[in-house]
C-alpha cells in the first residue's frame, strides 16, 4: 500500500521568503502525486499533479514541486510567499487500485506567513 | 466545466439523530465520487467511494452509509448520530483513471451535539 509523510505539521515564513513543503511517498509502483490546498472551511483545491514527463511541475498561484525518484520526495515550493498563501496543504498520492482510483493524503502542513 | 455542490454547509444535530449529506455533480458523466472526513487538526480519512450506480465500497466500518441513486449524486447516511461522528465531511469527484485529480466540494461541518 502506498503512504505519504509530510514532515511538519506547521510551517512559518516571512512574507516573501521560500516556502517548501516537504513530502516523502512510498509506493511499489510509479507513482501520480498531488498537491492539494485548503483554505479555513473550504474544499480542498488541486494545486498541481505529476502524472509522467517532466519531473519540475508548475502550479497555480506560483507554486511548484519537484519528483525525485531516488528520494521519493515531491517538495511543494514557492520563491517568495505572499499572505494569500497562509492555509494548510496536503500531498497525495495515487492508490492504483485497478476500477477504482483512490488517494492517499498525508496528514497536512499548516503554513503561516509571518507579515 | 463541471461543478460539485455540497449541502447544508454547516449542520447542527443532536446525538441519535438521523443525517442526510447530499452531493451533485454537473457538467459529467459517471464519475468517480468519494466521501471523506476531516476531524479538527487532522487528514482526510476516506469513508465511501463509488464507481457507479448503486456501486459503494466502505473503507472504514462505522455508524455511516453511503448511497448513490443517481450517476451524479451521492448521499452520506445515518440512522442515529455519534458524539464522535462530528467532524467536517468532502465530497469529491474524479474522472477516473490514478492519474486523474480529485475535485473537491467546499464540505460540510457536521457538529454533534
Known amino acids: 500500500a502506498q503512504s505519504v509523510t509530510q514532515l511538519g505539521s506547521h510551517v512559518s515564513v516571512s512574507e516573501g521568503a521560500l516556502v517548501l513543503l516537504r513530502c516523502n511517498y512510498s509506493?511499489?509502483?510509479?507513482?501520480?502525486l498531488f498537491w492539494y490546498v485548503q483554505y479555513p472551511n473550504q474544499g480542498l483545491q488541486l494545486l498541481l499533479k505529476?502524472?509522467?514527463?517532466?519531473?519540475l511541475v508548475k502550479g497555480i498561484n506560483g507554486f511548484e514541486a519537484e519528483f525525485k525518484k531516488s528520494e521519493t520526495s515531491f517538495h511543494l515550493t514557492k520563491p517568495s510567499a505572499h499572505m494569500s498563501d497562509a492555509a494548510e496543504y496536503f500531498c497525495?498520492?495515487?492508490?492504483?487500485?485497478?476500477?477504482?482510483?483512490?488517494?492517499?493524503f498525508g496528514t497536512g502542513t499548516r503554513l503561516t506567513i509571518i507579515p | 466545466s463541471q461543478t460539485i455542490h455540497q449541502w447544508p454547509a454547516t449542520l447542527v444535530q443532536p446525538v441519535g439523530s438521523p443525517l442526510s449529506l447530499e452531493c451533485t455533480v454537473e457538467?459529467?458523466?459517471?464519475?468517480?465520487l468519494y466521501w471523506y472526513r476531516q476531524a479538527a487538526g487532522r487528514g482526510l480519512q476516506l469513508l465511501f467511494y463509488?464507481?457507479?450506480?448503486?456501486?459503494i465500497s466502505s473503507e472504514v466500518p462505522q455508524n455511516l452509509s453511503a448511497s448513490r441513486p443517481q450517476d451524479r449524486q451521492f448521499i452520506l447516511s445515518s440512522k442515529k448520530l455519534l458524539l464522535s461522528d462530528s467532524g467536517f465531511y468532502l465530497c469529491?469527484?474524479?474522472?477516473?483513471?490514478?492519474?486523474?485529480?480529485?475535485?473537491f466540494g467546499d464540505g460540510t461541518r457536521l457538529s454533534i451535539l
Open positions: 469529491a469527484w474524479s474522472t477516473g483513471g490514478s492519474y486523474q485529480p480529485q475535485h
Open positions: 509506493s511499489s509502483v510509479p507513482p501520480y
Open positions: 505529476y502524472t509522467t514527463g517532466a519531473t
Open positions: 457538467g459529467t458523466s459517471n464519475p468517480n
Open positions: 463509488s464507481v457507479g450506480i448503486g456501486q
Open positions: 497525495a498520492v495515487s492508490d492504483l487500485v485497478f476500477g477504482n482510483e483512490k488517494l492517499t
